[in-house]
């Protein structure tokens, strides 16, 4: 908790002991987002998922709503880039800026996280991505029901 100094005495004659904050500093700093876009239309949004919940049931339906709103949005899939959760994770997503990059990618939609460690694997994905000033959105649920 904190120690008794060795000289220190308040007023009364009481010991004084020197405390630390009970915050620890911040382990991640602020960084800035990507710059949004104005629109997909004509542009590459890539699909990163961690192959645990759902995602290849939501990315198909998604697929088709954006090409179907916004003039010739493309599409790159969640295969191109892998399982971003798991045993290489540190490697695949410390790739991924330079991956996305390769693929001449606009914007990403990184999913699905719900709850458990899938979410940060979904975070640590979108980060990455913003990282090199390509916005993200992730999609997470609110928990298992």
Known sequence: MGSV????????????????WPRSPRGVQRRRRAPRLDTLSHKRVAFLWDHLFRGDEL????????TARYEGVTIVGYEEFGNLHGSDEVERVGRLPDDLRHRGVDAVVSGMGCGGSCTPAVLRAAIAAESVGIPSVSIVCEGFD
């Open 5 to 20: 100094s060795d000289e220190a005495v308040d007023l009364t004659g009481e010991p004084v002991y020197e405390v630390v």
């Open 59 to 66: 990315f198909p339906v998604l697929a088709t709503e954006l």
